[in-house]
């Protein structure tokens, strides 16, 4: 097993276009967290799943953000309508249980 | 909520020296998990060095150590035997009922030749 996996590395968009990120956990791992780091700021929490269950979402996923994981393998998030402010690093975490969280490398979203 | 603090935004330590870096949270929860999480330059995010609430004995991994302080609410992390290595960002992590986790800001700690 190579760790979570994060599709793309990079991705640049113009203003009020959508995105879509994918994550890939660890395979045994039922828990999938996403988060959201800005330049200089520590990771902050958007959503969870527990298998294909969303658990939990941050006020800070608006309306223009959707998470999804259909089967409880790996996980989307779509970002419709960027905005300048949605520029950041989309962090994926993954756990087998309330453990240690394995994070991917990112993927780093530009919003011209 | 649960915050967490790290008042020292950058450090530099001498290879082979000894660096502490400070953690403060603040939680009315009695039972959470502590981390530090190291992030390299360009590179993914990894965990040092955990930490439970209803241990007394502070956790210690190689080289890292931590001194927490539960009524303080104070979770500061040594780094003995400084590494090239060892330069990142370093983050301070609650995690609490909610399995997501809360981040402080981080600490980039250099370490010098």
């Known amino acids: 097993d190579t760790g979570v996996s994060q599709d793309p590395r990079h991705k640049i968009t113009k203003r009020g276009q959508n995105v879509t990120f994918r994550c890939d956990p660890i395979?045994?791992?039922?828990?999938l967290y996403w988060y959201r780091q800005t330049l200089g700021q520590g990771p902050e929490f958007l959503t969870y799943?527990?298998?294909?269950?969303?658990?939990?979402k941050s006020r800070l996923l608006s309306d223009r953000f959707s998470a999804e994981r259909p089967k409880g393998s790996f996980s989307t998030l779509e970002i419709q309508r960027t905005e300048q402010g949605d520029s950041a690093m989309y962090l994926c975490?993954?756990?087998?249980?309330?453990?240690?969280?394995?994070f991917g490398p990112g993927t780093r979203l530009t919003v011209l | 909520a649960q915050t967490v603090t790290q008042s020292q935004p950058e450090m530099s330590v001498q290879e082979a020296e000894t660096v502490t870096l400070s953690c403060t949270y603040d939680t009315s929860e009695n039972n959470y998990y502590l981390f530090w999480y190291k992030q390299p330059p360009s590179r993914q995010m990894i965990l040092v060095i955990r930490q439970e609430a209803y241990k007394q004995q502070n956790a210690t991994e190689n080289r890292f150590s931590v001194n927490f302080q539960k009524a303080a609410k104070s979770f500061s992390l040594k780094i003995s035997d400084s590494q090239l290595g060892d330069t990142a960002m370093y983050f301070c992590?609650?995690?609490?009922?909610?399995?997501?986790?809360?981040f402080g800001k981080g600490t980039k700690l250099t370490v010098n030749p």
């Open positions: 975490a993954s756990s087998f249980g309330p453990d240690e969280q394995f």
């Open positions: 395979s045994e791992h039922n828990r």
């Open positions: 799943f527990q298998n294909e269950a969303q658990l939990e």
């Open positions: 992590a609650f995690q609490g009922g909610s399995e997501k986790l809360v």
